[in-house]
């Protein structure tokens, strides 16, 4: 981690130069390293060269040397037997020869050293080195060791003639080694040549790399400018997709055009959403992560009363500050991450109040990250006026009917006493007085049996609310119902129903009223099933199932409306009532039914009542 922190630190910023310096080295180093084999070699081949330059002199003055010293003792009457007579006289035949090979190559020092003698017998050129004739070499000298081995040596130090490389040759005669032949030159004058290889290489390597340079910095530049374009052309499109970037060669080219189609492909998919945008009724107003206004569409502007320019990328929250209540669907988004969906809100105007609906949610983009919130207004003001219209209409309308209802109810039994009254007002005998008084009174009983119904459906008192345990309160229902014999009751309760928060009293009421639907709508064997299950974390659900009768499609719509009944002796406020009691717990009743298939009515009850509306 330490390291890549290092190397950011220590890289250019700048593209280009990066891509000088990685090229720069990338060609610098291999020439670099190339010199310096060049160098090595270069030093390698210079003393093998002047290894091979030495022996080869060494084997001429061996050539030279011909049979041996012996040959050239012939003539000296002494032999070998006077030393220095010898010495003398194999010089006076050899020095010619080795100040030959000498003179052919300045520098270069060479003679013969006799083994049996002990002494160097010449030392070319003589004029320089002649008093070293007749001298015996150190007991260290490696020429002891050619001598010895008789194989050729090199060496490199100081021997006789100073710091030289010594190229020695062993004379082998008759199979026995008499001496040997040397050929050296100053390590001085090799240095001076190696110099000049390491300065010829040198020159070489800087040339290499500053060639590399050039082309390196030619091509780069020449780069830079096309990826300029390309940065350039970017930087405008972020600002205008009408204007691409100017066409390139090459893969940058490539590039281009592809940047090209993509600017094209979303100037067409900005129109479109732009054009959406405008002509939707709907207001879109959309902030980013900071708040600020991104996109404010026509119906925001007639909305707000502000043109889209004068909010465009300010603060929402500082802008609308007044309409708070509005705003606060697409902050609570914003903030929260939660959405809201058709939230209703209140905008005075100062013509009126408009109403309208929020609809908020979070902005991602293509990596699904947030970038802000969008909100939705729907302006519902004139489609609440005539749902007020609507609604006014259907009140009137179930007015009407509820009044056509109550009056043939009441007609029915008026009607028949008004007749017996007549028919004993013109008289009668004392036994059809008592018979008819008594119809009269049973009439007079449906009357105000139906008038304590309805004043019982009006006037619905306010549900007392306490713990109810709903297991209980369903057996006590089912023992209450009276159903014929051959009908069963069948209860499927879970045990461990949570209480909930009722009034006992109407729940039984409607619960009882269910059951006896249900049994009289099976009019020979057959069962009613109760079950309540727990729903959710928050409510139970209770169902009612018969395998009776059912009830007509064309019917299933009216059978919660007042003095609606499919029985030919019901009032039709039974199910009514049901749905005014479940209604005032905040539960839900839904009633669904097949001819001859049987009925299924189900409640949803909540487990704990919600507070009063007002209430904190």
Same mark, same amino acid.
């Given at each position: 981690m330490r390291l890549k922190k290092l190397s950011e630190r220590l890289l250019p910023a700048k593209m280009r130069q990066r891509l000088m310096l990685t090229s720069f080295v990338m060609v610098a180093l291999p020439i670099f390293l190339l010199g310096i084999i060049l160098q090595h070699e270069g030093r390698e081949a210079l003393l093998n060269e002047k290894q091979d330059k030495l022996f080869s002199l060494a084997r001429i003055l061996d050539i030279e040397l011909g049979p041996g010293f012996d040959a050239l003792l012939a003539d000296l009457p002494s032999g070998w037997e006077n030393r220095q007579a010898a010495i003398a006289h194999l010089n006076a035949k050899l020095a010619p020869v080795t100040d030959k090979i000498a003179a052919s190559d300045p520098g270069v020092g060479c003679g013969y050293y006799s083994r049996r003698l002990d002494a =160097?017998?010449? &030392?070319?050129?003589?004029?320089? &080195?002649?008093?070293?004739?007749?001298?015996? =070499?150190?007991?260290?000298?490696?020429?002891?060791? %050619?001598?010895?081995?008789?194989?050729?040596?090199?060496?490199?130090?100081?021997?006789?003639?100073?710091?030289i490389m010594n190229a020695m040759l062993p004379i082998v005669r008759g199979g026995e080694v008499i001496g040997y032949i040397w050929a050296n030159e100053f390590t001085d004058a090799i240095e001076r040549q190696e110099q000049t290889v390491?300065?010829?290489? *040198?020159?070489?390597?800087l040339g290499g790399i500053l060639l590399a340079g050039l082309v390196i910095h030619s091509m780069s530049k020449r780069l830079s400018r096309e990826v300029d374009v390309v940065v350039g052309g970017l930087a405008g499109l972020k600002n205008d997709l009408r204007k691409p970037i100017r066409p390139l060669r090459g893969e940058l080219g490539e590039i281009v055009d592809a940047v090209n189609i993509m600017a094209r492909a979303l100037l067409d998919a900005r129109t479109l959403t732009e054009n959406i945008l405008t002509s939707i009724a709907d207001g879109v107003v959309a902030v980013d992560l900071d708040g600020r206004i991104t996109a404010f569409n026509p119906a925001a502007e007639v909305m707000y009363g502000v043109p889209?320019? !004068?909010? $465009?990328?300010?603060?929402?929250?500082? *802008?609308?500050?007044?309409?708070?209540?509005?705003?606060?669907?697409?902050?609570?988004?914003?903030? +929260? @991450?939660?959405?809201?969906?058709?939230?209703?809100?209140?905008?005075?105007? +100062?013509d009126a109040v408009w109403r309208l609906t929020a609809t908020s949610s979070i902005l991602h983009d293509g990596e699904n990250r947030r970038i802000g919130a969008v909100v939705v207004?729907?302006?519902?003001?004139?489609?609440?006026? *005539?749902?007020?219209?609507?609604?006014?209409?259907?009140?009137l309308a179930?007015?009407?009917?509820?009044?056509?209802? /109550?009056?043939?109810? /009441?007609?029915?039994?008026?009607?028949?006493?008004?007749?017996?009254?007549?028919?004993?007002?013109?008289?009668?005998?004392?036994? !059809?007085?008592?018979? &008819?008084?008594? =119809? /009269?009174?049973?009439?007079?009983?449906?009357?105000?049996? +139906?008038?304590?119904?309805?004043?019982?459906?009006?006037?619905?008192?306010p549900p007392q609310m306490t713990e109810v345990d709903v297991v209980e309160l369903i057996k006590d229902v089912s023992f209450l119902a009276n159903g014929p014999a051959s009908v069963q009751i069948d209860l499927q309760i879970d045990k461990d129903l949570p209480k909930i928060d009722a009034d006992? !009293?109407?729940?039984?009421?409607?619960?009882?009223? *269910?059951?006896?639907?249900?049994?009289?709508?099976?009019?020979?064997?057959?069962?009613?099933? %109760?079950?309540?299950?727990?729903?959710?974390?928050?409510? /139970?659900?209770?169902?009612?199932?018969?395998?009776g009768v059912g009830v007509a499609p064309n019917h299933l719509n009216k059978v919660f409306d007042p003095f609606f009944s499919t029985k030919p002796s019901g009032t039709g406020l039974g199910?009514? $009532?049901?749905?005014?009691?479940?209604?005032?717990?905040? @539960?839900?009743?839904?009633?669904?039914?097949?001819?001859d298939y049987g009925t299924i009515v189900t409640i949803e009850l909540p487990i704990v009542a919600p507070l009063p509306e007002g209430t904190a």
């Open positions: =160097i017998i010449t &030392y070319g050129p003589s004029k320089d &080195y002649g008093g070293t004739v007749g001298r015996a =070499i150190a007991a260290d000298h490696p020429g002891r060791d %050619v001598m010895a081995v008789g194989k050729p040596s090199v060496e490199t130090g100081a021997l006789v003639r100073g710091s390491d300065r010829t290489v *040198l020159a070489i390597t889209a320019a !004068e909010v $465009m990328g300010r603060s929402y929250r500082e *802008l609308f500050a007044d309409h708070m209540h509005v705003a606060s669907a697409l902050l609570d988004t914003l903030d +929260t @991450g939660h959405s809201h969906i058709g939230v209703a809100l209140e905008l005075p105007r +100062t207004l729907k302006d519902v003001s004139e489609r609440d006026r *005539l749902m007020v219209q609507v609604m006014r209409a259907d009140r179930a007015l009407g009917e509820l009044t056509a209802s /109550i009056a043939h109810e /009441i007609r029915n039994p008026l009607t028949s006493i008004r007749g017996f009254i007549q028919y004993l007002g013109d008289g009668g005998e004392p036994e !059809e007085w008592s018979r &008819y008084s008594k =119809i /009269i009174i049973e009439e007079v009983d449906v009357l105000n049996e +139906t008038i304590s119904k309805l004043l019982a459906f009006g006037r619905l008192r006992a !009293e109407a729940l039984k009421q409607a619960l009882l009223n *269910l059951l006896i639907n249900a049994l009289q709508a099976i009019a020979d064997d057959g069962t009613v099933v %109760v079950t309540a299950r727990r729903h959710g974390d928050d409510a /139970i659900r209770i169902e009612v199932r018969d395998d199910l009514a $009532m049901v749905h005014r009691i479940i209604d005032a717990h905040h @539960g839900v009743i839904s009633f669904d039914s097949r001819v």
